[in-house]
Structure formats: structure tokens, C-alpha cells
């Protein structure tokens, strides 16, 4: 037994203290959440003293926090449906067809995931402003489609040219039309595709903030920004801030574990 | 199997197409119309031409901006890459260590970016952070609002500690993607650890490694968030990126011609990047589809 374990112990090494070196300052901001003001600045300790839940009770009941969680989540699923469902298509075509111009388009789409949001922040504002949509969820979800639907189709386009093409042929064959042909049997076989394109537009626009910031102010604004509003006014409140941090990792902590066999082939744009 | 010729399927990407066209094309206009017109306010622009562009080609602070971008750009990737490959190549290759694995090092990346600013905000403050603490306990001078090296090692640890784990993705995913057979041989040939890795995994990996650094490269150089959280480019300007640098000109000074112009600028740069990019994923498409014929 002692041979496989010492073997066990040097070759995880190297993963385990990266883990570790991940998990610190999130483990930081975990007992932050649980300790009041006056512990924080106060004492300097490893765990919290005087557990409280205070912190995450203000957030719970206090509107302006609240509300902020509620909207970013209305956009973002506003967002994930949108960009899926527009990037499904899509992807079908680029993986089965040549036509004009597909190449171009394929690589203009590209740009647009690898454009700064600096460079759209402004325009966007004046965009939705003069078609009075400014600081409501659908323009932040619209807004985010910039770089989610080429994503979107790029992670689709990865799965469906894993399919082979003479399944598409035998059920035309078989006398399906293309939409009963691309519900009843093609969406099936990309499942696990279309919920890692989903997962990724989901997160992308999850963690973004500039774009979101620009164009919300009061009904829509996410709760990244009630964050960063929060730190410049109320003098540093850090508990409800590591708390509020607490809660913005728990939706990716928990969607996580469902596509975890395929979040690097996601990452790599379907393309590994 | 070749793709069948139908332009009909434009027809498929329209919706994709127009929403996005939306989004981008409208806006990228409106930043072009911008950069070549000066106002006096009141909604009266005048043609300028050129002028802005050469402005901000000419500025020092443009100059600065770019040069501290491409240093991030160039530390975060020496750093990143390396360190992402060396975990890769030593995680658990099968059982339930690796979904936990998995599971627990793609978690920084799922965590919204001014959050990520906010955790190292307060991890690197010497007064109730731990790293500042701990520092400052050795009896380093660590204060990343007034010291500029400081600012820097803290955005650069920030970026390391978020974003080498998809580095260490990528490369996994393109190691379990190499046959056993491989590995089978190099075994009967007696190759040593060192000979494996250099003409097995790093080969296999040379597409997903390109894949990483291109990513790497192109979203640190369009940081925004987490320098604006945890420095707001300062101390002075130290940490000042592009988008960081352009974000205060256009919505802080409004000053919009000058910062239409370094919109454009700044895209042309990252679209001639992307062409890169491109290039190299498609010319791998084909000559992968050409093998399989």
C-alpha cells in the first residue's frame, strides 16, 4: 500500500496547491460574509468568532440588493433563450452548407466575441436610448447577444459537425421535413452541445459588468453594479459586500458540475 | 464528404445574422461617424477627416496605454501558459478526482468580473486582507494604491489566479483526447517521461496550446473590470490599460472624437488578431478534413 500512496502524494502535488492557491481568497471572502463590521476591521482572524448571518439577512430583505440578483437574472436568461435559439440555426447551416459568403460571415461573427466592450460601451447607450430602451432587461439581454450568439454558434457548429451527415440524408429520405427533421431528431443528438452553448452564454453574460453598467440605471441594474455603486457610497460596508460577493459565485458553482465533462471542449469553441 | 452548395441556407443564419448586425454593425457606425467629426456641442458636427487619428497615433498616452497593455498582455501569457500545462499534465486522468478537479478550478472563472476584482480588492489590503496581511507581516512594503509595483503584482497574481484554469482546461481536454495506443508504444520503445512530452502530448496539444494562448491574449487585452475595481488604473496612471484608458475618454471626459478613434484603432488591432486566429483554426479544419478523406 505504501508505494501507490507515496506515488499518490508527489504526482498531485502541482494540482493541489493550485487548488489551494483558487480556494484561498475565495474561502476569504466566505468568512468575511460571516463576520460583522466591527470583527473585521478590528481583529485579524483565520475564521470568524461571532458567526453571524447578518450579512447575507440585510441582503435578503433590503430591495435595492435584492432586486439587483432578480434582474441580472431575467437578463440573463432572457439573453441565454435569445442567443441560443437564433445561434441554432445558424450553426445547422454552417456545418451542413456552403454558401455566399459563409466564411466571411463565419469570421465577422468571430470578431464581434473578440471586440472590447469598451469600444461599444457608449454607442450602445446612445442606441438604446434613442429607441427608449435604456434600463430595461431586454436591451441588456439584447446587448449581450454581441458576443454570446457568436459564441453561441461556434460551440454549436463544434457539436453538429461531430454528427455525421448521412443521419440528416436518411431522415429526409424518410420523409421528414427540415423542422420536424432538426426537433424530433437532430436536437436530440446535439443535447449536450446546445446545454454547454446555453451554459456559456448563460455565464459570459453572468460575469460581464461594463456593458450592463452602461446601460442600466434603476429598474434593470445588475447586481455587479448595485455592488460597485455600494462600495463608493455607504463607506465600505465589507461584510454585506463579501456576502453579496458570496452569492454571485453560487449560480456558476451550482450549473457547473452539470456540463463538467464539457466546459473545456466550451471553452475551446467546440473545437478540441 | 463535401458540404452541399445552398445559398438557401443563408436563410438559416438571417435571424443570427440580423440580431447581431443589430448589436455591432450600428453601433461600429456610429463610433466611425464619430471619429471623423468634431461638435461644439448643440448637435453640430463638422468634418474633421483624419484628424483624431492622428492624434492618438501621435499621443503619449496613447502610446503609454498601449505599451502597459502589451506588457500585461506578455506577463500574464509567460506565466499562465506554462503553469496551465504543467497542472494539466499532472491532474488525475481518471475517477472522481477529476470532475472535482474540474469542478473546483473552473470556479474562479465562473465568478462575475467585478466580483473577481472585489475578492483581491480585499485579499491584497493590508489592513483586512490575508495576502496583504501576510506581506506586510514579512515586512514588505505592500500597498497597491499607492505603490505602483504592488498594483501590478496584484493585477497580475488577479489574472493568473482567474483565468489559468482554462488554460489548464484547454490542455487536459487535448491530453485525454490523445489515444492510449500512443502511449502504448512510446511504453515498448522505453521513451523516458521527458521524451513523451515532447513528441506526444506536446504535438497532440500544439492545437488546443494555440487555442489558449490566442484566447488568453486577445480577452487580457481588452481587460476593463477587474484593473477598474481593484486600482482604477492608477496609483497615477500605472495601471491605465486600453479599455480602461478608453472608457474614461469617452463616458468620463466625452470627449468623443479623440475616443472614436481610438475605438477604431483598437478594434482594427484586435480584428487583424482574430484574422490570425482564424486562419490558424480553419487551416487546421481543413487539414483535418482532408486526412479524413
Same mark, same amino acid.
Given at each position: ?5 507515496? *506515488?499518490?502524494?508527489? *504526482? ?6 493550485? /487548488? ?26 483565520? $475564521? ?16 435595492? $440588493? ?40 463565419? !469570421? $465577422? ?57 448521412? /443521419? ?8 421528414? =421535413? ?25 455565464? !459570459? =453574460? ?16 445588475? /447586481? ?21 460577493? /458570496? ?26 | 464528404?463535401?458540404? %452541399? ?8 443564419? %438571417? ?48 502610446? %503609454? ?15 499562465? #501558459?506554462?503553469?496551465?500545462?504543467? #497542472? %494539466? ?29 472585489? #475578492? ?102 481588452? #481587460? ?70
Amino acid at each position: 500500500m505504501t508505494a501507490p500512496a507515496r *506515488k499518490f502524494r508527489t *504526482k498531485y502535488v502541482a494540482p493541489v496547491l493550485y /487548488i489551494i492557491f483558487l480556494m484561498t481568497p475565495i474561502y476569504w471572502l466566505l468568512t468575511m460574509s460571516l463576520k460583522t463590521n466591527q470583527e473585521i476591521l478590528s481583529t485579524f482572524s483565520l $475564521w470568524p468568532e461571532n458567526l453571524t448571518f447578518a450579512n447575507y439577512l440585510v441582503i435578503f430583505t433590503d430591495a435595492s $440588493w435584492y432586486s439587483g440578483y432578480i434582474n441580472s437574472m431575467i437578463y440573463v436568461s432572457m439573453n441565454t433563450v435569445i442567443s441560443v435559439l437564433a445561434a441554432l440555426p445558424a450553426a445547422y447551416a454552417f456545418s451542413r452548407y456552403r454558401f455566399l459568403g459563409d466564411k466571411h460571415i463565419f !469570421f $465577422w461573427l468571430l470578431t464581434n466575441r473578440m471586440a472590447p466592450p469598451a469600444v461599444f460601451a457608449l454607442p450602445f447607450f446612445q442606441l438604446y436610448s434613442s429607441i427608449n430602451l435604456f434600463d430595461t432587461h431586454i436591451t441588456v439581454a439584447l446587448a449581450h447577444t454581441l458576443f454570446n450568439i457568436p459564441l453561441a454558434i461556434w460551440i454549436l457548429e463544434g457539436f453538429m459537425s461531430g454528427i455525421p451527415r448521412e /443521419i440528416d440524408e436518411t431522415a429526409y429520405i424518410d420523409g421528414y =421535413s427540415f423542422p420536424k427533421f432538426f426537433v424530433k431528431i437532430f436536437t436530440p443528438l446535439i443535447a449536450s452541445g446546445i446545454g454547454v452553448a446555453a451554459f456559456f452564454c448563460f455565464m !459570459f =453574460s453572468w460575469v460581464e459588468l461594463l456593458i450592463a453598467r452602461t446601460l442600466t440605471s434603476v429598474a434593470a441594474k445588475p /447586481i455587479a453594479v448595485v455592488m460597485t455603486r455600494t462600495v463608493s457610497a455607504s463607506g465600505l460596508d465589507w461584510g454585506v459586500l463579501a456576502a453579496a460577493g /458570496i452569492l454571485t459565485i453560487l449560480p456558476g458553482a451550482l450549473v457547473i458540475w452539470f456540463v463538467r465533462h464539457h466546459i473545456a471542449r466550451g471553452f475551446a469553441l467546440g473545437r478540441v | 464528404m463535401q458540404k %452541399a452548395h445552398d445559398h438557401k441556407a443563408l436563410w438559416l443564419v %438571417a435571424p443570427a445574422l440580423l440580431l447581431v448586425a443589430f448589436t455591432a454593425v450600428i453601433p461600429l457606425m456610429t463610433v466611425v461617424n464619430y471619429s471623423v467629426q468634431d461638435t461644439f456641442g448643440n448637435n453640430q458636427f463638422f468634418w474633421v477627416g483624419a484628424e483624431w487619428y492622428r492624434e492618438i497615433l501621435r499621443s503619449d498616452r496613447f502610446h %503609454a496605454a498601449f505599451l502597459r497593455q502589451i506588457a500585461f498582455s506578455a506577463t500574464i501569457l509567460a506565466i499562465e #501558459i506554462p503553469l496551465g500545462l504543467a #497542472i %494539466a499534465l499532472s491532474m488525475p486522468k481518471k475517477g472522481l478526482g477529476v470532475s472535482v478537479c474540474l469542478v473546483l478550478m473552473a470556479l474562479p472563472l465562473l465568478i462575475p468580473w467585478n466580483v473577481v476584482g472585489t #475578492i483581491w480588492q480585499i485579499f491584497a489590503r493590508v489592513d483586512i486582507g490575508l495576502l496583504g496581511h501576510t506581506l506586510s507581516g514579512l515586512g514588505i512594503d505592500f500597498n497597491y494604491t499607492q505603490n505602483a509595483g504592488a498594483a501590478w503584482v496584484t493585477l497580475i497574481i488577479m489574472d493568473v489566479w482567474h483565468w489559468t484554469s482554462l488554460v489548464v482546461l484547454l490542455c487536459y481536454a487535448g491530453l485525454v483526447a490523445i489515444p492510449p495506443a500512443y502511449y502504448q508504444a512510446a511504453r515498448i520503445d522505453g521513451a523516458s517521461r521527458w521524451a513523451i512530452f515532447r513528441y506526444i502530448e506536446l504535438p497532440k496539444m500544439s492545437r488546443v496550446l494555440l487555442i489558449a494562448v490566442l484566447l488568453r491574449f486577445m480577452d487580457s487585452f481588452m #481587460i476593463y473590470t477587474e484593473p477598474f475595481v481593484v486600482t482604477g488604473g492608477g496609483p497615477g496612471n500605472a495601471t491605465t490599460f486600453l479599455s480602461v484608458d478608453l472608457v474614461k475618454m469617452a463616458i468620463g471626459q466625452f470627449d468623443l472624437g479623440p475616443a472614436a478613434a481610438m475605438s477604431v484603432i483598437y478594434f482594427l488591432i484586435v480584428i487583424l488578431v482574430s484574422w490570425a486566429f482564424y486562419t490558424i483554426m480553419t487551416r487546421d479544419d481543413f487539414e483535418q478534413y482532408r486526412r479524413s478523406q
